[in-house]
Structure formats: structure tokens, C-alpha cells
């Protein structure tokens, strides 16, 4: 595991490896902030509570001024999610440059559909963002939340970046077996993910990282 998490940070200094950060981190921007325009042109076009006695419209104007700010904090929050959807587009080619760099011995992987990986991305990504909104009361619970955030995404992004680079080796029943055998290596890589996922301007580089380190992870209890 410690061997692997250095690997992957050597990685990240590869030029295919910056390419790729540059353009998952402006298709993710583009995406949070477009979304936080959209529902706070919504909340601002919309009466929420309309005016009232004694106050007037200031409750309305706090309400819709308190939910931009926060679907601003929820973008900020689910700005991973966007990172690691627009990064399964790209799984291919990091993947391709770190096993150039480590594993030049290895065959050719097998056959696989774009389909098959965007959808990886797709699906994890889309139940990350579910899950997510679903842990949002537990904020107010304070560091329970993190706690409870960290569980459910260190298993979900474990099992993400697996499924990420695992396909193109193994078919769907080798990799199920295969995650059920190393399944505790596997998670306690996603609660590294989970971790660097709740640092800001940090967890920008976690497709790139997160994909590079679950091969380093894969390979090494692979070849075991």
C-alpha cells in the first residue's frame, strides 16, 4: 500500500499525466459552476416564502441568498464525483503511461468497450453524488458526518478505481472474486481516496491519483 501511494506520486509528474488533470478539472469546474448558476437563478426566480408581516420580503431574500451559498458548499463537495465521471473517459490513457513506465512487460489488455468504462465511471460517480446528498443531515451531527462520509466513500471509490482499472485484465466474475479476496487492501485504498477527496485544491488530482495508485494496488496483489 506504501509502495503504491509513493508510485502513484511519482506518476503525477508524467506529461500525459497533466494533460489529462487539465481537462478533467476544466469539464468538472465548468460542470459545479453551471449547475450553482442554474439553482441560484432558480431559487432567485422563485418565491420561497414569499413576503411576510412585520418583515416584509428580507426572509425571502435570506433564504434565497442562504441556498446559493449552499449549493455553492454542495458543488465544492461533489466536485469529486465530477472529477472521477470526466476522468473514466480518460482511464485508457492513464493507464497506458503507468504501465509504460512500470509494467512494460505486461500483454496488451483485453478487448473493452469505451461503453464499458465510461459506464464504470457513470455509475460510481452518480451514486457517489446519491449518497453524498443522503449524508448531508449528518452535518449537523459534525464529525460524525465525516466519519459516516468516509466509510461509504472509501468503500464506493475503492471499488470504483478497481472496477476502473481492473476490466481491462479480468472480466466482471475474475474481478468480483479477485475484490472479495483482497477486499480489505481494496478498501483501505478507497478510505486514502475518501481522505485526499475531502482536501481542497488536493482532491483535484485524485482520478489521476486514485486511478494510478488502485493499478499499483491491483498489479502488486495480482503478480502475488
Known amino acids: 500500500m506504501i509502495s503504491a501511494f509513493f508510485k502513484a506520486l511519482g506518476d503525477l509528474g508524467s506529461p500525459r499525466f497533466r494533460s489529462v488533470l487539465w481537462q478533467t478539472v476544466f469539464l468538472s469546474l465548468v460542470t459545479a459552476i453551471l449547475l450553482w448558476t442554474v439553482i441560484s437563478w432558480l431559487l432567485f426566480s422563485t418565491e420561497v416564502v414569499g413576503d411576510l408581516p412585520w418583515v416584509g420580503g428580507a426572509v425571502e431574500v435570506f433564504a434565497d441568498v442562504f441556498g446559493s451559498v449552499a449549493a455553492f458548499a454542495l458543488m465544492i ?13 480518460y482511464i485508457e490513457t492513464i493507464c497506458r503511461a503507468v504501465e509504460a513506465r512500470h509494467y512494460s512487460a505486461l500483454p496488451p489488455p483485453r478487448e473493452q468497450g469505451i461503453t464499458e468504462a465510461i459506464w464504470v465511471g457513470i455509475k460510481f460517480g452518480l ?3 446519491a449518497l453524498n446528498l443522503l449524508l448531508l443531515p449528518l452535518l449537523l451531527l459534525g464529525p460524525l458526518y465525516f466519519i459516516a462520509a468516509w466509510g461509504v466513500n472509501g468503500y464506493l471509490l475503492g471499488r470504483e478505481y478497481l472496477e476502473m482499472v481492473g476490466f481491462r485484465r479480468m472480466s466482471p466474475a475474475e474481478l468480483r472474486e479477485f475484490r472479495l479476496r483482497h477486499r480489505s487492501t481494496v478498501y483501505f485504498a478507497g478510505l486514502v481516496f475518501a481522505f485526499i477527496a475531502t482536501v481542497p485544491i488536493l482532491n483535484l488530482l485524485l482520478p489521476l491519483f486514485g486511478t494510478a495508485m488502485m493499478l499499483h494496488v491491483y498489479e502488486r496483489q495480482r503478480t502475488r
Request: aromatic fraction near 18%; charge should be neutral.
Open 77 to 89: 463537495l461533489l466536485l469529486p464525483a465530477f472529477l472521477g465521471l470526466y476522468a473514466s473517459f
Open 127 to 129: 451514486l457517489l453524488i
